[in-house]
């Protein structure tokens, strides 16, 4: 029997309410998709795992912490994301003196960097971490000093692992260009891709989208151009909506309560009560991960510029169409062939209809068995036994995972402005009384 613990902000066999799940989810919804699908991986019969840890590296003493987790586990799995930015470099020195301070085995899965787009190109050598929707960049001695604390990790992780894994050949070129010895470096892409195993597919439902299409289009309000997307694309399609993944408009969802200085933002983002998508009920929070990868199953396509609400709805079987913006989401979609368009390379803003038409997933179709059989490769080298292994019954060893997340796949989402089910399309008749039903219940 193994004792595992993974680093989450939230126990995926768990429904916590909207409000309390917003406060524990790292920040970001999309960072329970990976953490629970590694969970799922990893939960045999014989195995304890457990979700945890996730604050740990906030504490001002962590030795109490790294005391209780050496008595009660026998390996530590982290999964992560792009962990590697520039503003998370004291989180790092402080997940640093953890693993240093473990007696067990240390596994990190998924991590990556966080830099330009343009260092994507293969022939790029500047790796500085830069911040989501800016040019602002560290100076050479900051670059130093950060680079020197990522080094110190990945040194620390590989001192308890036989390798790290990384999202894809961006980071992998980036920790090579510290010093990091690039065989014990595995691409392993995003491991919430792996949730369901290998025999993941995606097509498109339908031959061509209409403005009736269910569609739903994700947002990081963050990012230069999303704001033009988000006006063409609320007016084209009724039926549209737009789930929201960070904790401050997770908040403006559930309360009605502006949590953005709109003095300093473009009023056409969605992060704000007047905007058209708020007011006519079409923006979600998705309390549960399961839940928001089950609602998804109901749309026609996905679009839009944040990693994991796309993920969220590749595992439900939609197709989607990645606006990337960066060398996250750029690495991530050229390793598992995600559709994607640079959205600095858009000269107007396009409509859904548009980008489905150019889609095609043969090669994603394609890849996903190789790529996954290279992920399992991976939790093996780090003695890692998991649900999809060779010779297990991998719907008998995942039964009891799967049932005690029924309830999750079963919870719906939030929605913005009071409303309790999807608004009706304009011309219907009953859109203006769903909305005085919603206003007398408030």
Same mark, same amino acid.
């Given at each position: 029997?193994?004792?595992?613990?993974?680093?989450? $902000?939230?126990?995926?066999?768990?429904?916590?309410?909207?409000?309390?799940?917003?406060?524990?989810?790292?920040?970001?919804? +999309?960072?329970?998709?990976?953490?629970?699908?590694?969970?799922?991986?990893?939960?045999?019969?014989?195995?304890?795992?457990?979700?945890?840890?996730? +604050?740990?590296?906030?504490?001002?003493?962590?030795?109490?912490?790294?005391?209780?987790?050496?008595?009660?586990?026998?390996?530590?799995?982290?999964?992560?994301?792009?962990?590697?930015?520039?503003?998370?470099?004291?989180?790092?020195?402080?997940?640093?003196?953890?693993?240093?301070?473990?007696?067990?085995?240390?596994?990190?899965?998924?991590?990556?960097?966080?830099?330009?787009?343009?260092?994507?190109?293969?022939?790029?050598?500047?790796?500085?971490?830069?911040?989501?929707?800016?040019?602002?960049?560290?100076?050479?001695?900051?670059?130093?000093? =950060?680079?020197?604390?990522?080094?110190?990790?990945?040194?620390?992780? *590989?001192?308890?692992?036989?390798?790290?894994?990384?999202?894809?050949? /961006?980071?992998?070129?980036?920790?090579?260009?510290?010093?990091?010895?690039?065989?014990?470096?595995?691409?392993?892409?995003?491991?919430? *891709?792996?949730?369901?195993?290998?025999?993941?597919?995606?097509?498109?439902? /339908?031959?061509?989208?209409?403005?009736?299409?269910?569609?739903?289009?994700?947002?990081?309000?963050?990012?230069?151009?999303?704001?033009?997307?988000?006006?063409?694309?609320?007016?084209?399609?009724?039926?549209?909506?737009?789930?929201?993944?960070?904790?401050?408009? $997770?908040?403006?969802?559930?309360?009605?309560?502006?949590?953005?200085?709109?003095?300093?933002?473009?009023?056409?983002?969605?992060?704000?009560?007047?905007?058209?998508?708020?007011?006519?009920?079409?923006?979600?929070?998705?309390?549960?991960?399961?839940?928001?990868? #089950?609602?998804?199953?109901?749309? =026609?396509?996905?679009?839009?510029?944040?990693?994991?609400?796309?993920? $969220?709805? *590749?595992?439900?079987?939609?197709?989607? =169409?990645?606006?990337? =913006?960066?060398?996250?989401?750029?690495?991530?979609?050229?390793?598992?062939?995600?559709?994607?368009? *640079?959205?600095?390379?858009?000269?107007?803003?396009?409509? @859904?209809?548009?980008?489905?038409?150019?889609?095609?997933?043969?090669?994603?179709?394609?890849?996903?068995?190789?790529?996954?059989?290279?992920?399992? #490769?991976?939790?093996?080298?780090?003695?890692? @036994?998991?649900?999809?292994?060779?010779?297990?019954?991998?719907?008998?060893?995942?039964?009891?995972?799967?049932?005690?997340?029924?309830?999750?796949?079963?919870?719906?989402?939030?929605?913005?402005?009071?409303?309790? #089910?999807?608004?009706?399309?304009?011309?219907?008749?009953?859109?203006?009384?769903?909305?005085?039903?919603?206003?007398?219940?408030?």
């Amino acid at each position: 029997m193994a004792r595992i613990l993974v680093r989450s $902000a939230q126990d995926p066999r768990k429904v916590l309410p909207p409000e309390k799940s917003a406060r524990a989810m790292g920040g970001n919804s +999309g960072n329970l998709l990976y953490a629970n699908g590694v969970q799922r991986a990893l939960s045999l019969p014989e195995n304890v795992v457990t979700s945890g840890g996730f +604050g740990a590296h906030t504490l001002d003493d962590a030795s109490a912490w790294i005391a209780k987790a050496n008595s009660r586990y026998d390996h530590y799995v982290i999964p992560m994301s792009n962990a590697f930015r520039f503003g998370f470099s004291q989180g790092l020195v402080r997940m640093t003196e953890i693993v240093r301070g473990l007696d067990m085995p240390v596994t990190v899965v998924g991590v990556g960097a966080q830099t330009t787009a343009d260092a994507a190109d293969a022939d790029h050598e500047e790796f500085a971490m830069g911040k989501t929707g800016s040019t602002w960049a560290p100076d050479k001695k900051a670059v130093d000093e =950060h680079n020197g604390v990522v080094r110190g990790f990945v040194e620390a992780v *590989l001192e308890k692992s036989t390798t790290i894994g990384v999202r894809g050949e /961006v980071t992998k070129r980036y920790l090579e260009s510290i010093g990091v010895d690039g065989d014990r470096v595995d691409v392993i892409g995003c491991p919430s *891709l792996y949730t369901w195993g290998p025999d993941l597919r995606v097509s498109k439902k /339908v031959d061509a989208l209409t403005t009736s299409s269910p569609v739903s289009m994700n947002v990081d309000f963050r990012v230069r151009g999303i704001a033009e997307i988000v006006d063409k694309n609320a007016r084209l399609y009724p039926r549209l909506t737009s789930p929201a993944q960070d904790s401050r408009s $997770a908040r403006l969802i559930m309360t009605g309560e502006e949590q953005f200085d709109m003095t300093k933002r473009d009023l056409r983002l969605p992060i704000h009560a007047d905007h058209q998508l708020y007011q006519e009920g079409r923006l979600l929070f998705y309390s549960n991960p399961w839940g928001w990868i #089950e609602s998804m199953r109901d749309q =026609h396509f996905t679009f839009g510029n944040r990693l994991h609400g796309n993920i $969220a709805a *590749l595992l439900a079987g939609t197709p989607v =169409h990645l606006l990337a =913006h960066d060398s996250r989401t750029l690495e991530l979609a050229d390793f598992h062939a995600i559709p994607y368009t *640079l959205i600095s390379d858009f000269a107007e803003a396009p409509s @859904a209809e548009e980008l489905y038409e150019t889609i095609d997933y043969t090669r994603f179709n394609e890849l996903m068995p190789v790529r996954f059989a290279n992920y399992l #490769e991976f939790l093996h080298r780090n003695n890692l @036994a998991t649900i999809f292994d060779e010779g297990r019954d991998t719907a008998k060893d995942a039964a009891a995972f799967d049932r005690q997340i029924e309830a999750g796949k079963a919870t719906g989402p939030v929605r913005s402005n009071g409303f309790t #089910e999807a608004p009706r399309m304009p011309g219907t008749g009953r859109g203006l009384v769903e909305r005085l039903k919603s206003a007398l219940r408030r």
